[in-house]
């Protein structure tokens, strides 16, 4: 049996996807997961279930143990479950954790980060995963960060592309990075073994930015069918509910930025270190065969 690789998040969206690639790539899985939370089908892939929380570090130290590299997915400014918070997961729990694997001296630690978030202070979401990139690097954990672009997920659009729309927040041409989940989901498992990896800050996207207006027109060729962009009034949006929400400024804040026009990736090194960049095409058809807007 290989030593285990540990996923933290794995009940999540992507966590669940980073545990599938694990898998597929014949490692052995072993899942944090909060107590009162159902693993799913994780035990029907042979993973091993430990009980913890980012917020209790004896349960980290217990889940490290014999353990061979880390990823994690986890996030707590979704607020998934009660008490989730900004502060909470992704500050002091992030920081528990790397304390734990440096305690355990594991050999990796992969962290999901967020595409330039070194560039986005008043983003707060964005700007506390640079800081925990910059604590894994003075703590001396062996990591690497994937920063991947947002998610092609159509399964979040679906509603509107039924009747024929494509949401837009912002400027309908403003070009941004995307990538599909299952693609980050591929390179987080990679980056486990992938020695050159070690060290790094690396950009995840598709072979080129995209907007609104291009995904409007590719799901019109894909769907055979009109799209239009259809833009929502982010101002009064985020201005209203922002008022009563922390996590709604947050989000409010993240739109501004991607209209800055430098939510771009470089994807260099992701090319080198994990094949082919995804072209967008195939991506935005997998997204809407996701989405059970075109047959699988």
């Not at 979040?156 to 837009?168: E, T, Y």
């Not at 987080?188 to 050159?196: F, G, K, Q």
């Not at 009064?236 to 501004?256: H, N, P, Q, W, Y």
């Not at 094949?275 to 997998?286: H, I, K, N, T, Y």
């Amino acid at each position: 049996m290989n030593t285990p690789v540990l996923v933290v998040g794995a009940t999540g969206f992507l966590g669940q996807k980073v545990v599938r690639a694990l898998v597929a790539r014949g490692k052995s899985v072993r899942a944090l997961v909060r107590d009162g939370t159902d693993p799913g089908q994780l035990g029907e892939l042979g993973v091993e279930i430990v009980r913890g929380n980012m917020l209790d570090p004896p349960s980290l130290d217990r889940a490290l143990a014999g353990a061979a590299a880390l990823v994690t997915t986890a996030i707590g400014y979704s607020a998934r479950k009660p008490g989730d918070t900004l502060a909470k997961v992704d500050d002091l729990g992030n920081r528990n954790l790397i304390d734990a694997a440096r305690n355990a001296r594991l050999g990796r630690f992969v962290f999901t980060s967020v595409l330039t978030c070194e560039l986005a202070r008043d983003v707060p979401h964005f700007w506390q995963k640079k800081l925990t990139e910059d604590y894994l690097e003075a703590r001396g954990v062996p990591f690497v960060s994937l920063r991947p672009g947002a998610f092609l997920n159509a399964m979040w659009w679906a509603k509107n592309l039924k009747k024929g729309s494509m949401p837009a927040m912002g400027s309908p041409t403003q070009r941004s990075t995307s990538i599909h989940p299952d693609d980050v989901a591929r390179c987080l498992a990679m980056a486990v073994d992938e020695p050159r990896a070690v060290g790094k800050r690396i950009d995840l996207g598709m072979d080129r930015p995209v907007s609104a207006a291009d995904l409007a027109e590719a799901s019109t060729k894909l769907l055979g069918r009109p799209i239009k962009v259809q833009v929502l009034p982010i101002g009064l949006i985020f201005g209203v509910t922002g008022i009563f929400s922390e996590r709604m400024r947050d989000m409010g804040a993240m739109i501004r930025y991607f209209g800055r026009g430098t939510y771009i990736a470089d994807t260099t090194v992701q090319a080198q270190l994990f094949g082919p960049v995804p072209a967008f095409e195939d991506s935005l058809q997998r997204a809407l065969k996701d989405g059970g807007l075109l047959e699988a």
